[in-house]
């Protein structure tokens, strides 16, 4: 009895939860993009799912678009949360989407804010569409429209969707940010084209600092994935054409499941200062498709073997010299070289020293697999 006496002093120095937000008193932002107007001012529009109980019972999910203009990013959030009811909470948002103008001047003046909140949800994923952002997070999606699923939900899976077929690198608010203010990388998000119902990744936005300045679209955006170093995913596959000759146009195609993928990325530099790089692909594929026949012998899988390795090298290399025309280094050459030659490195104008270099690709096919047809 005395000792409970004695702790009952201790409860009044106790503190309770001071920052504590009942969630009746929010509403959660799922998606949120930029856009710039004409004159210069910044456009946020915000996702905000709303929760209603039909009469039927249950519950069904409302996705309700809000759009606020101001001078900053900052300012845009402040009066957007004047147009609601409840207090704007981003702890949630899954993804957050630029529009196309809007990512060709600066992405961090406009990240800024998500970087200083600490309630701001630095995993969300980050992508750059086609048009506006507004068009895109106020569009109406078939998935959504049942109600079972909000915009920023649909919008974030179709983005891992992409990761998973290895069209897209995976990206997210944080992992961005250190590249950004790297002198020796760059780095590209997803580039969504939105549709009437849908909306579609059609490859990958290139940035060179904080301003995107191109893009890899189609199916050459699986190839440059693979160049950046990913070594597998659970769908990471392609189509290629490898031969012209074949009356039937189908039979001119073949597709491949890659299995491994090992990049090897040599960057040297000469006793004169002269700087190559060997960007090479080891690659092990299962045929996945491959109309003309079953490819039963070992000299047909060295034909196609020849073939996709040809076909790849070609193409990785007008994937180089549009980066390099482009002056983004999103394959990390420069991080290589402040590692290794940091001496060179500190006396080198990278800006200008990039786009000039050689650098030689090679990809090399390895069938492991065919199907089951033998």
Known sequence: MKKRWCCLPALFLLTGCWDTQALHKTKLITAGGFDYTKNGNVTITASIPQSIAPAAGGQTLINQAYSATGHT??????????????????SKNQIIIFGEDSAKKDIYQLLDVFYRDPKSALNAKIAVTKGSAKDVISNKYMETESGSTGIGEYLRDVIKSSEESATVTKETIQSVCPIMFDPGQDFTLPYIIPLKHTAKVDGVAVFHGEKMVGTITGPTSVLYVMLTGQHYTKAMSTTRKISSDKKVKLNNFTSFKVKKNKRILDVTVSATGQISVDLQLKTRVIIIEYPHNNLNTSGEVEKVEKELSATLTKESQKIVAKLQKMNADTFGIGRELMAFHYPFWKKLDWEKEYPKIPIHTKVDITVIGHGIIE
């Open 73 to 90: 990013a900052r300012q845009s959030r402040v009066l957007l949360d004047r147009k609601v009811s409840e207090q704007l909470d981003v």
